[in-house]
């Protein structure tokens, strides 16, 4: 089922055991309602312990990456079985600090998506444009192809178990967010994606979050619209007053 408010936090590499500890103790107690409508995303290092402590509260874990492979001869990479047995349900993959900083290719990303799905992690495919493809106009361009490249040739049953996160480029730790209608209208052609190649039946299930300067203030407008299910937080998920109040808010609007 469609949850239209689910809130996830990526740490990205932030947080100490004694931090994360503080937060998830904090969490429950500012957090109107939990249960199915948050996750984390966090550093390898602290999955087992807020998996742990996200049980009770039920809130999803997961990891920001995952090597593509699923096990061998891959110095220094973490396969999708070992964030399962740490805890983790799901993972970001393809988010832009990977492609960018760490040269992750089409390629890899599919990979780790196919790799996520055969392991019975869920793929949260992060997607999205930078300033420069904004400006020449190639936004719906360089989106639907990073849609194809990522999820050529799964099957329907496949798809519907993906998570699709847009997060602009240019809106990522920069204070400025999409504004709603642009990000509306950029999800509108991501589930038009899904209902093209894998039907309606996956696509109106599809969850499509939007990512990039998400934070207490641009939290209402943006999912107020009709095609944003939720949010992927950065920087405003790092304190669990601000994190709670996203999730608050977004289940005010949408139940
Ligand atoms: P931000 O990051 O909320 O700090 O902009 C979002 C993300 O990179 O997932």
Redesign the pocket.
């Known amino acids: 089922m469609r949850r239209p408010s689910f809130s996830i936090g ?1 740490w ?1 590499m932030n947080m100490s055991v004694h931090e994360a500890e503080a937060f998830m103790q904090k969490l429950p107690k500012l957090a109107s309602s939990l249960d199915g409508h948050a996750a984390l995303a966090v550093p390898y290092t602290l999955l087992s312990l807020v998996a742990k402590l996200a049980k009770p509260i039920k809130i999803m874990v997961g990891a920001q990456n995952v090597c593509q492979f699923e096990k061998g001869a891959y110095t220094g990479e973490i396969s999708t079985s070992m964030i399962k047995e740490a805890g983790a349900t799901f993972s970001l993959i393809g ?1 832009s ?1 990977r492609r960018v900083i760490y040269h992750e290719d089409p390629d890899m990303i599919r990979e780790k998506v196919r790799q996520c799905l055969r392991s019975g992690i869920k793929p949260v495919l992060c997607i999205g444009e930078t300033l420069e493809q904004k400006t020449e106009g190639k936004t719906k361009k360089v989106l639907i192809g990073q849609l194809l490249d990522a999820l050529e040739n799964l099957t329907p049953e496949e798809a519907e178990k993906i998570y699709v996160a847009y ?1 602009p480029v240019w ?4 204070g400025h967010a999409a504004t709603p209608e642009m990000a509306q209208e950029v999800h509108m052609e991501i589930r038009s994606f899904f209902t093209k190649h894998f039907g309606s039946k996956v696509s109106e299930k599809t969850l499509i979050l939007y ?4 934070n207490t203030e641009t939290i209402e407008s943006l999912i107020k619209m009709p095609d944003i299910d939720g949010t ?5 998920s790092l304190e669990a007053e601000s994190f709670a109040e996203i999730i608050n808010i977004a289940r005010k609007i949408k139940l």
């Open positions: 990526n990205k988010h600090e997060e809106a990522i730790g920069t990512g990039g300067s998400v992927l937080i950065g920087g405003a």
